[in-house]
Nanobody, 124 residues
Framework: VQLQASGGGLVQTGGSLRISCVIS????????MAWFRQAPGSEREFVAA????????TYADSVKGRFTISRDNDANTVYLRMNSLKPEDTAVYYC??????????????????WGQGTQVTVSS
């Protein structure tokens, strides 16, 4: 399984951005995809997760109501729509995957597959 993240960039405070993660080599629909982020000098933190089969989602409190995770089965792509962006959202965003489950894990160690990351910078 390979994950390819894209769509990051520079946006002003209050702006919006959508990042994508294309999944290749996946053989199961019982799969969970997630987004994590890591700012310089900080640990990698959970942002959002979605069950591919059930469509259920969960979010970190810091992004709830502003970010939306979704998936497109035909495109084998998971998205993260980010609205009302704040400077503290600045980080490298990583997509991650785990298969054989529908449990929405929020810890990085629960994920086997990782994309290369895409930089999101929110200017004040």
């Amino acid at each position: 399984v390979q994950l390819q993240a894209s769509g990051g960039g520079l946006v002003q405070t209050g702006g919006s951005l959508r990042i994508s993660c294309v999944i290749s080599g996946r053989t199961s629909s019982n799969y969970v995809m997630a987004w994590f982020r890591q700012a310089p000098g900080s640990e990698r933190e959970f942002v959002a997760a979605i069950s591919w089969r059930l469509g259920s989602t969960t979010y970190a409190d810091s992004v709830k109501g502003r970010f939306t995770i979704s998936r497109d089965n035909d495109a084998n792509t998971v998205y993260l729509r980010m609205n009302s962006l704040k400077p503290e959202d600045t980080a490298v965003y990583y997509c991650a995957g785990r298969d054989g489950t529908y449990v929405l894990e929020t810890k990085p160690r629960g994920y086997i597959y990782w994309g290369q990351g895409t930089q999101v910078t929110v200017s004040s």
